[in-house]
């Protein structure tokens, strides 16, 4: 049976985590960061707690210290962190969308809302369908309404937000043959070998540059807007040969 993608990205870390400690972790209200010993740190988005009391995680006070493994499986943002630790891979600062010089013959499902982005498609001309779990944004379709747009797309547009959430591998079951299908966002890990045989062309994360800052930006209640000064926003293409 083929491994889904959060398996994936585990068993590639697994033997750099066993010789990581985690030193520091701020779960904050819109993202979550993670510190490795040798000072490098990763980000990702915070879900929303479900918690009917005021303590939102219950393993809070005692994960400073502890192995990298420990956590592995339960943070995205820890993944990150150990990636930022391996030689780095070839990747570009371009930024990702206008890569792909979308027209309007195409056909564009984004999975998740980036404002920034849809303006840009707009002016492209291209047909845009939003697949979104609120409808706080106005005109998007339900993921079930979705499922049709997804598998008639030329461009899939897909937060790494669903790589959190365990619904990254049911997206791209829905997901026809695109020309181009983007994992986009700070949480997404920049590792092809985790991608390789899925559907993900490109995957359009961020690196930590400044750690400090990020740490208080998210300790303090902040996203991406108040993040992306202190990050560097990187692209690697996943082969399929």
Known sequence: MTLNVQ???INFLEPDAVKA??????????????????GHTGVAWTPKAAAACCTHFQGAGTLAGRPATELLTIGLATANAL????????TTK??????????PADRVVMVGYFAPVIANLRKAGCRLDIVELSSHHGDTLTPEQGI????????????GTTLINGTLDEVLADVGTPRAAVLLGPSSPLCAEAFS???ITHVAGSRVREADAVLRVISEGGGTQLMKRHLDFETVLVSHT
Do not use: F, Q
Request: proline content about 4%; hydrophobic content about 40%.
């Open 7 to 9: 398996k994936r990205l």
């Open 21 to 38: 400690t985690i030193t520091d972790v701020r779960i904050g209200l819109g993202y979550t960061a993670v510190r490795t010993a040798n």
């Open 83 to 90: 990636l930022a630790g391996l030689p780095k891979p070839t």
């Open 94 to 103: 371009e930024e990702v969308i206008s890569t792909l010089h979308i027209t």
């Open 148 to 159: 049709e747009a997804l598998a008639e797309c030329t461009v899939a547009i897909i937060t």
């Open 197 to 199: 045989g899925t559907k």
